[in-house]
């Protein structure tokens, strides 16, 4: 067997591995299309798309998304109210005088752009941490093959069905009894290790063919080069959700934080925008303008992060 | 295989672990010598000027003293406190956010015997005290007392050709209502507004009929209820429905002049001349009394009491014990009066401070004159479990899916066989 | 063709173990810190709920009394089946949904990436925002969906979160609105996994539409879907956040929630044995989902 292949480094010369892979892969066309073994050119998805269908899609998606919009509209429409007008009757959908002034209050009201820093700073790190932790233990739950195996996957999930609040205070107990009560720690260590990524990316994993694992294997890999190198670089849409959604989830979290971060200057943006809920009443034009700000980072990764949902695909990013 | 003994190992470390933190015993008491940092537990802390105005004015006098704010939202405050004193927290000085957490807290010993400083301050002077009373002595001070008005639009009374609402009966209250309704659709204005809590209509036939929240009988309630809903019913007051799912704000009904009366908390008032301060409304408003079932009779309505309670594991209890004498006597009540918060302790020089009232003679003498403040609940150990089944009834009356008699029934049943026995 | 297994060698023991070693270390780094974290805190939890605690007093063993308790618990029940309920309903409304909006987007079409973000802007709308809106929409008497209801000949159109019976639906039509972009994210990176050449294969074939969805789509979708399946099934049966923001559990008792009862005896009331026993329950009723819809999926993939 030759040593070649542990030190694979352009992609110039294909290695043994590469090679068996695309040959592995061009064997496992399922047998309902015969004879179409063999063709690795990459063509437009589904051909030109008639000019009257692409239309009707544009139409049907711009309905859809103005009914989708309407409680966002209304979102922005209530930020620029003044607080007592924000639940009115009747509805109003358009403010009868702008009220910019609460675009600059929750900047100077509560230290927004601290809380801004800190869910920043919490968002990154959990999904950094979820995302290769996850992958990780997903490879082990689904490549390789050991006993007991599918028992701990299947309990592993199952505790994601138990809701928080039922373990809460025995959590806290514990944390308190670390110190980590009041440090940003407390929620990375709580958030970064989960099942949800574990779950997301074994399916994923799972529709990579085992046999280029195995061709890896006889190429002398051990099983942490065939993750990084090989499934890993596969996976990219899978990886680019999991993120997206683990850093939405940290963004939009509220109870964690607010058990755990006593300090103002450690809050995070969804506990600054709570704080404007009284005892007895809110201010909902200030919550409305600091959700709006709240949401900007996440469309912003979304449209940009979008194209790895839809890049390239599984096998063809393979050869050349 | 190893699998059993790490589950049961497991099991029992998290036992032990989740357990080690409830000990709960009184710790240490000592205090130093030399200056002290405080810590007190507060909500919404930039948003509610009250504590500013107190801690301020203590460490005022105090000046070897330093108040440190545990800022908690206001929205899930007694979740969190439960939550960090199951985990052993030390700070100094809770608040107590209303008489049934106190009730909780206390009677679990959580809380430290301050019975001398009520003493010290004299019981009798302070209005609210009694449902702090736990075992012939005091575990909390109250710092504020609040109770409930009837707030009225001077404007729309004026328009309308209508006296100002000095002393009226739910009768007359419900008349009043069905003069001041006018418009329709977009520009309809309300002859009142009933927020959807469920104190509006259950805690006050409580207060003026003597009736018992906790007791299981609730019959009590069936006049007021059918006053509401025939309010609702005729149109005179926006319908419960619409004012609890869209989450409809009492402030904006009010200040957006959609509402001639409205009963609401004496907290409103600070609330309402913040708004008008900043410009946000300009509505001419005053206070009355709130309609009662005959006229000629004393006063009655319900409210409750906000007050500081020393932490059993504090540090610094005698410093903590000082910071309560403070906020509970005269000069804590001024700082918070000059603000518009309606503090516990009453003296006229206390009523002179309060300036957000507004001067006009009705007001003024609705708000000083003598009055029987009953408890919007009752202190006891049920008051929670009993509080959701009300809340839940009361809902199911207000959106007319239930009829006054089957809905009290059915809470006496669900009170009687489901809370009581316990 | 024999690229699989290293021919015809049994598997010596060492390299089983030493393959179990591999697998284990893969699992440890997110196992330990889960373990520690959160399993340890969750085993407890189980714990308690053979006892009585408030979370301050020492607590005391009770044996089964919490859950001869939640027998008798009318809440409990009528949580029971409203959780049910829900489920029913948001599950295959919600899959549907997000599969329908993934295959829909799965192009390369210009601008599609503006409404891929658009569907999944209800996701990260406020849940304020989201609750009161709705509510809105559906107020019985000034809400546009009652007023078109009328106007398309509906004598007497529902009260949706003002009334018992139609609140459940209400909140489901909510929730299936706000989640199906979450899922459609899921699904699109699962139909990523198909390879172009499937299909061109088939449309060579002379397949149609329908036929190439239904023979390669769905099947290369399975682990996707298993996934989504299990997730919108644990998320359904835990629902909180919708149910308090939108109803608060109301009216009366329509929309309580397994998880809601949960929050409130324990945190609330301070009956955290009893709280816990109710999670243990609802912990098995979806383990056994878990279980069957692996079993299911097992089958499926021999």
Avoid at chain 2, 229 to 235: E, N, P, R, T, V
Avoid at chain 3, 201 to 206: I, K, L
């Amino acid at each position: 067997m030759s040593t070649s292949a542990t030190t694979r480094a352009s992609s110039t010369v294909p290695s043994q591995a590469e090679v068996a892979i695309a040959e592995v892969t061009d064997a496992i066309t399922p047998p309902v299309l015969p004879g179409a073994g063999g063709k690795r050119t990459r063509v437009r998805r589904h051909g030109p798309i008639s000019p009257l269908r692409r239309v009707l899609i544009y139409v049907m998606l711009t309905v859809l998304t103005a009914i989708i919009f309407v409680p966002f509209f209304w979102m922005v429409s209530s930020s620029l109210k003044q607080n007592n007008e924000v639940f009115s009757i009747p509805v109003q959908w358009i403010p009868t005088e702008f009220v910019w002034q609460n675009y600059v209050d929750i900047w100077t009201r509560i230290p927004m752009l601290t809380y801004l820093k800190n869910s920043l700073f919490l968002s990154v790190t959990i999904t950094i941490l979820q995302v290769l932790t996850g992958s990780f233990a997903a490879y082990g739950f689904s490549k390789m093959h050991f006993k007991g195996r599918d028992v701990l996957f299947v309990a592993y999930i199952a505790t994601i069905a138990v809701p928080w609040q039922a373990y809460m205070i025995p959590q806290y107990i514990m944390m308190q009894n670390a110190g980590l009560v009041n440090t940003h720690l407390s929620i990375i260590l709580l958030q970064a290790f989960g099942a949800f990524g574990v779950f997301l990316m074994r399916q994923y994993y799972l529709t990579i063919p085992d046999e280029l694992s195995e061709a890896a294997r006889i190429d002398g890999l051990n099983e942490y080069a065939i993750w990084w190198r090989i499934i890993l670089p596969l996976t990219k849409p899978a990886l680019a959700s999991l993120a997206l959604l683990t850093f939405v989830s940290t963004w939009n979290d509220y109870m964690g934080p607010f058990i755990y971060l006593t300090s103002n200057d450690l809050w995070t943006v969804q506990l600054g925008l709570r704080s404007f809920v009284g005892q007895y009443d809110a201010e909902y034009a200030l919550i409305m303008a600091g959700s709006v700000v709240s949401v900007i980072p996440i469309v912003l990764i979304f449209l940009l992060g979008q194209r790895y949902f839809i890049q390239g695909i599984a096998t063809s990013g393979m050869k050349g | 295989m190893k699998r059993p003994i790490l589950t049961i190992s497991a099991i029992a470390a998290a036992a032990g672990l989740a357990l080690t933190g409830c000990s709960g015993a009184g710790s240490a008491q000592q205090d130093e010598d030399g200056p002290v940092t405080l810590s007190v537990s507060v909500w919404n802390y930039d948003q509610t000027p009250e504590f500013k105005a107190l801690f301020d004015a203590f460490e005022a006098e105090h000046p070897d003293i330093t108040i440190e704010p545990v800022d908690i939202l206001a929205d899930d405050y007694s979740d969190k406190v439960t939550t960090m004193l199951a985990g052993g927290d030390k700070t100094d000085v809770l608040t107590m956010k209303n008489v049934t957490d106190y009730a909780r807290y206390a009677n679990r010993g959580q809380l430290v015997d301050v019975g001398d400083v009520v003493d010290d301050i004299g019981a009798d002077k302070l209005a609210g005290i009694e449902p702090f009373a736990l075992d012939d002595t005091y575990y909390a001070a109250p710092y504020r007392q609040d109770f409930w008005l009837l707030y009225y639009n001077k404007a729309i009374f004026d328009a309308a050709g209508i006296e100002h609402p000095d002393n009226l009966t739910w009768d007359e209250y419900a008349d009043i209502a069905a003069k001041l309704t006018s418009g329709d659709g977009d520009s309809k204005v309300y002859g009142t507004y009933n927020h959807y809590w469920r104190s509006v209509v259950q805690s006050i036939a409580a207060a003026q009929t003597g009736g018992d929240l906790i007791s299981g009988d609730y019959g009590f309630m069936q006049d007021q209820y059918d006053l509401t809903l025939d309010l609702q019913d005729k149109g005179y007051a926006l319908d419960y429905g619409t004012a609890k799912t869209q989450q409809i704000s009492y402030r904006t009904m009010f200040e957006t002049g959609k509402a001639a009366m409205m009963p609401m908390g004496t907290w409103y008032i600070a609330g309402i001349a913040q708004s008008i301060e900043t410009g946000a409304t300009d509505v001419d408003w005053g206070v009355a009394q709130m309609p009662q079932l005959e006229s000629g009779e004393e006063t009655v309505t319900f409210g409750s009491p906000t007050a500081f309670a020393v932490n059993k594991n504090s540090t610094h209890q005698a410093a903590a014990k000082t910071f309560l004498e403070f906020a509970a006597s005269e000069a804590g009540a001024k700082a918070i009066a000059a603000i518009g918060v309606v503090p516990a302790y009453q003296s006229d020089d206390v009523t002179a401070a309060f300036t957000a009232l507004p001067t006009d003679d009705l007001s003024v003498k609705a708000f000083q004159e003598p009055k029987d403040v009953v408890l919007e609940m009752p202190v006891s150990e049920y008051s929670s479990d009993v509080s959701s089944i009300l809340d839940e009834e009361h809902d199911l009356i207000m959106v007319g899916e239930s009829d006054v008699d089957d809905a009290i029934t059915k809470m006496q049943d669900r009170v009687k066989n489901d809370v009581l026995v316990d | 063709m024999a690229i699989a297994a290293p021919p015809q060698r049994t598997r010596s023991s060492s390299r089983v173990r030493r393959n179990a070693l591999v697998g284990w270390s893969f699992i440890l780094p997110n196992f330990i810190g889960f373990a520690l974290l959160t399993l340890i805190p969750m085993c407890a939890a189980f714990v308690i709920a053979f006892m009585k605690w408030d979370s301050y007093s020492p607590p005391e063993w009770v044996g089964f009394a919490n859950f001869a308790r939640m027998m008798r618990d009318e809440s409990f029940w009528i949580a029971l089946g409203n959780t049910a309920y829900y489920a029913a309903g948001h599950i295959p409304l919600t899959i549907l949904a997000s599969l329908g909006l993934a295959l829909l987007l799965n192009r390369k079409l210009r601008g599609l990436g503006f409404f891929r973000t658009a569907m999944f802007f209800p996701y990260i709308t406020s849940l304020v925002a989201v609750a009161v809106v709705w509510n809105m929409l559906f107020n019985p008497t000034a809400g546009p969906i009652n007023q078109f209801l009328e106007l398309i000949g509906v004598a007497d159109p529902p009260g949706w979160t003002t009334s018992s019976a139609w609140a459940m639906p209400a909140v489901i039509i909510t929730s299936v609105w706000r989640d199906m972009g979450y899922y459609m994210v899921l699904y699109l990176a699962g139909l990523q996994a198909i390879p172009q050449e499937y299909y061109e294969a088939a449309e060579v074939d002379g397949a149609n539409a329908w036929q190439r969805f239904w023979n390669i789509t769905i099947p290369s979708l399975r682990p996707t879907t298993f996934f989504v399946l299990i997730m919108v099934t644990i998320a359904s049966f835990k629902v909180f956040d919708l149910i308090v923001v939108m109803t608060g559990g109301g009216p009366g008792r329509s929309t309580l929630v397994l998880s809601q009862l949960i929050y409130r005896e324990g945190i609330t009331e301070n009956r955290f044995g009893y709280s816990s026993a109710i999670s243990l329950v609802l912990f098995v009723i979806v383990l056994v989902f878990t279980v069957v819809q692996f079993k299911l999926q097992q089958r499926k993939e021999r």
